[in-house]
């Protein structure tokens, strides 16, 4: 059966040697921080997943989840203590504030955790995820009142939350959305609709299930002017936080899918359910945004988990399968044949999955920190400056670490030969549970339309514009220094192709808006992995700067693979978005 051990070590050396998280030490939450710290919470959050989440795995994908007639559903077998377990550690306030009694620790560390819970168990990590998304939602523009009925009982896990944007004929267009909601005079207001895909929609894991429903007030404006975001408790709440009178929402149906399927994806019902307005009005769309955004960013993790627990297992067959000899005379004579491991193409795969899976990790970590500073830097400037590095790399790490992470499954799968095919052997649920990662929170052709349309242009380009001078910046730096050659002068090629790329943009596409709809995915792609030859450039000065250890000297030989094999795709891509939109328009749609 599959194993999985979470990457510690690697996560230390990112947070401590590359980020050097200790020089935010000013920020509240961070004043403890240190490789020591980090590695202990990190360590305890570790063996939770390794030792009672991950064995969950293959049982939760082998039974599902069930609905009874009565519409209630229920988790595979180990769920419930499994979840007691992770709820009763404090996993889930991690980041919370502390005053709605969360441990008010790093976000950055909660990504940590989302990774190791996904590599875990990935169906099983969707239940708090979708909790936190919702508690930041509700932080950001819940009123008080909703703050101090829902935030306490959210993060500490005896509640959970959802989203609930999909409607049947509403998926990426959300202007569509069909869901009513009528005012009652009361302060609350009757919402009426189906909404379907609702991750997590009903369980038996908590006591309450808050929804986010977004919903069109009567009279509101046509399309996404006029939706507004409000919370729909299934069981109403007392003055008290007591738990009152079942709300009028029930879970119509579970999904049969793919893959996650310890996941329970519901269509949910709302027949008059009590709803109450977060934010204001009309406004629905930018509050699920805070909730979409960190979602976004955790789906990415999520990918880059599925890459991390696949290429862990293809790593360790590789090692013991023995198949054919090394094209360079006899390894292990002894043996009737040597490990597969000898052979050129088995580690091309292994060090293809290891050079995105660890050069993801530290852009999405990277990422998260600008989160941090964003919501808890007294600096205006510093925390602007976060916010506009968050929105331009949000889509990049949601598609890439996705899109590496499903292919990283795929190649590992292929290391197991036909046995990787085969259900017992386990690996093709990693496949199967990592396909979801492309399609939602934004399927990543939306991602890249985000990046393109909304994120560059935004602010006169200042986002863009302050990254291209920090890697420029970081390039001029060690221009002279031979020891970081082999992995600067590649991303030099490469940074040349992005600017060359978001030239073609601003020349091309202003006018033609078909022309940045068809070079927008090659041109995350291209973004995508300069960000991350940028980190691997600074994961190698890091590796050069601790000395002699088997990280430090592996760090180095994943380097320069990334540089010398991964690296170089950037012309590819910038020759695909420089040739226009003209051959991909050209065909009549009714000749497809
Ligand atoms: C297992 C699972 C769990 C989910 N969980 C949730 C959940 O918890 N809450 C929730 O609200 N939803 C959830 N979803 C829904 C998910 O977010 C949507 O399926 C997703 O956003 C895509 O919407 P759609 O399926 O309607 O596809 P469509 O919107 O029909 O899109 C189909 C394809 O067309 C492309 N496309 C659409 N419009 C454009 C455009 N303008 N330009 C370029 N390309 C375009 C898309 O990229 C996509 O590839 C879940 C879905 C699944 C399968």
Same mark, same amino acid.
């Given at each position: 059966?599959?194993?999985?051990?979470?990457?510690?070590?690697?996560?230390?050396?990112?947070?401590?040697?590359?980020?050097?998280?200790?020089?935010?030490?000013?920020?509240?939450?961070?004043?403890?921080?240190?490789?020591?710290?980090?590695?202990? *919470?990190?360590?305890?959050?570790?063996?939770?997943?390794?030792?009672?989440?991950?064995?969950?795995?293959?049982?939760?994908?082998?039974?599902?989840?069930?609905?009874?007639?009565?519409?209630?559903?229920?988790?595979?077998?180990?769920?419930?203590?499994?979840?007691?377990?992770?709820?009763?550690?404090?996993?889930?306030?991690?980041?919370?504030?502390?005053?709605?009694?969360?441990?008010?620790?790093?976000?950055?560390?909660?990504?940590?955790?989302?990774?190791?819970?996904?590599?875990?168990?990935?169906?099983?990590?969707?239940?708090?995820?979708?909790?936190?998304?919702?508690?930041?939602?509700?932080?950001?523009?819940?009123?008080?009142?909703?703050?101090?009925?829902?935030?306490?009982?959210?993060?500490?896990?005896?509640?959970?939350?959802?989203?609930?944007?999909?409607?049947?004929?509403?998926?990426?267009?959300?202007?569509?959305?069909?869901?009513?909601?009528?005012?009652?005079?009361?302060?609350?207001?009757?919402?009426?609709?189906?909404?379907?895909?609702?991750?997590?929609?009903?369980?038996?894991?908590?006591?309450?299930?808050?929804?986010?429903?977004?919903?069109?007030?009567?009279?509101?404006?046509?399309?996404?002017?006029?939706?507004?975001?409000?919370?729909?408790?299934?069981?109403?709440?007392?003055?008290?936080?007591?738990?009152?009178?079942?709300?009028?929402?029930?879970?119509?149906?579970?999904?049969?899918?793919?893959?996650?399927?310890?996941?329970?994806?519901?269509?949910?019902?709302?027949?008059?359910?009590?709803?109450?307005?977060?934010?204001?009005?009309?406004?629905?769309?930018?509050?699920?945004?805070?909730?979409?955004?960190?979602?976004?960013?955790?789906?990415?993790?999520?990918?880059?988990?599925?890459?991390?627990?696949?290429?862990?297992?293809?790593?360790?067959?590789?090692?013991?399968?023995?198949?054919?000899?090394?094209?360079?005379?006899?390894?292990?004579?002894?043996?009737?044949?040597?490990?597969?491991?000898?052979?050129?193409?088995?580690?091309? *795969?292994?060090?293809?999955?290891?050079?995105?899976?660890?050069?993801?990790?530290?852009?999405?970590?990277?990422?998260?920190?600008?989160?941090?500073?964003?919501?808890?830097?007294?600096?205006?400037?510093?925390?602007?400056?976060?916010?506009?590095?968050?929105?331009?790399?949000?889509?990049?790490?949601?598609?890439?670490?996705?899109?590496?992470?499903?292919?990283?499954?795929?190649?590992?799968?292929?290391?197991?030969?036909?046995?990787?095919?085969?259900?017992?052997?386990?690996?093709?649920?990693?496949?199967?549970?990592?396909?979801?990662?492309?399609?939602?929170?934004?399927?990543?052709?939306?991602?890249?339309?985000?990046?393109?349309?909304?994120?560059?242009?935004?602010?006169?380009?200042?986002?863009? &514009?302050?990254?291209?001078?920090?890697?420029?910046?970081?390039?001029?730096?060690?221009?002279?220094?031979?020891?970081?050659?082999?992995?600067?002068?590649?991303?030099?090629?490469?940074?040349?192709?992005?600017?060359?790329?978001?030239?073609?943009?601003?020349?091309?596409?202003?006018?033609?808006?078909?022309?940045?709809?068809?070079?927008?995915?090659?041109?995350?792609?291209?973004?995508?992995?300069?960000?991350?030859?940028? &980190?691997?450039?600074?994961?190698?000065?890091?590796?050069?700067?601790?000395?002699?250890?088997?990280?430090?000297?592996?760090?180095?030989?994943?380097?320069?693979?990334?540089?010398?094999?991964?690296?170089?795709?950037?012309?590819?891509?910038?020759?695909?978005?420089?040739?226009?939109?003209?051959?991909?328009?050209?065909?009549?749609?009714?000749?497809?």
């Amino acid at each position: 059966m599959p194993v999985y051990k979470a990457p510690v070590e690697d996560v230390v050396f990112l947070l401590d040697d590359v980020l050097d998280i200790k020089k935010y030490n000013n920020l509240p939450g961070f004043e403890d921080v240190s490789a020591d710290t980090i590695s202990a *919470i990190l360590g305890e959050g570790a063996k939770l997943c390794e030792e009672v989440l991950q064995p969950l795995n293959a049982i939760g994908d082998r039974e599902g989840c069930h609905r009874a007639s009565d519409g209630t559903v229920t988790t595979p077998t180990g769920f419930k203590p499994a979840y007691e377990s992770y709820r009763a550690g404090g996993w889930i306030g991690l980041p919370a504030p502390v005053e709605y009694g969360g441990l008010g620790l790093p976000a950055v560390l909660n990504s940590v955790m989302q990774e190791f819970i996904s590599g875990a168990n990935l169906a099983f990590g969707m239940y708090p995820g979708l909790t936190q998304g919702a508690i930041a939602a509700l932080l950001e523009h819940g009123s008080q009142e909703q703050k101090n009925t829902f935030l306490p009982k959210m993060i500490a896990g005896e509640w959970t939350g959802t989203m609930n944007l999909t409607e049947p004929h509403c998926g990426t267009d959300l202007g569509l959305i069909r869901t009513r909601a009528a005012p009652r005079g009361d302060g609350s207001y009757s919402i009426t609709g189906q909404k379907i895909f609702i991750s997590a929609g009903e369980h038996d894991l908590a006591a309450n299930i808050v929804h986010l429903v977004l919903a069109r007030i009567e009279g509101a404006p046509a399309g996404t002017k006029g939706i507004s975001l409000f919370v729909c408790p299934k069981y109403l709440v007392g003055p008290n936080g007591s738990l009152g009178a079942r709300n009028a929402l029930s879970c119509g149906k579970i999904e049969e899918k793919m893959g996650i399927h310890a996941n329970a994806t519901c269509v949910m019902n709302y027949e008059g359910a009590t709803g109450y307005l977060i934010g204001e009005e009309n406004r629905g769309l930018a509050a699920m945004f805070v909730m979409m955004n960190e979602a976004r960013l955790a789906v990415g993790v999520q990918g880059l988990a599925m890459g991390e627990v696949a290429y862990q297992n293809a790593a360790s067959h590789a090692r013991e399968r023995l198949q054919g000899r090394s094209l360079s005379g006899v390894k292990e004579a002894d043996k009737p044949a040597d490990p597969i491991i000898v052979h050129p193409d088995v580690r091309r *795969i292994l060090m293809t999955a290891r050079a995105l899976n660890e050069g993801g990790r530290a852009l999405a970590l990277a990422t998260a920190l600008q989160a941090d500073i964003h919501r808890r830097s007294p600096d205006a400037a510093a925390r602007q400056a976060a916010d506009d590095r968050l929105g331009l790399m949000t889509p990049i790490v949601k598609a890439i670490l996705t899109e590496n992470g499903l292919q990283n499954a795929i190649n590992s799968q292929q290391i197991f030969g036909g046995h990787g095919y085969i259900a017992e052997v386990g690996v093709e649920q990693f496949v199967r549970d990592a396909r979801i990662t492309l399609i939602y929170e934004g399927a990543n052709g939306i991602q890249a339309l985000d990046l393109v349309g909304r994120k560059l242009p935004r602010d006169g380009g200042r986002a863009m &514009m302050a990254y291209l001078a920090e890697l420029n910046g970081f390039l001029k730096a060690h221009d002279t220094d031979e020891a970081l050659a082999p992995y600067v002068a590649p991303l030099k090629i490469s940074a040349g192709h992005l600017q060359q790329a978001t030239m073609w943009l601003m020349q091309n596409a202003l006018a033609k808006p078909d022309n940045a709809g068809a070079a927008s995915t090659d041109y995350l792609q291209l973004f995508g992995l300069v960000a991350m030859g940028h &980190m691997w450039a600074q994961m190698a000065k890091a590796a050069l700067a601790r000395g002699e250890d088997a990280l430090a000297r592996n760090k180095l030989v994943t380097a320069k693979f990334f540089a010398a094999r991964l690296l170089p795709e950037t012309a590819l891509r910038l020759a695909r978005v420089s040739a226009g939109a003209g051959d991909v328009m050209a065909m009549p749609a009714e000749a497809f």
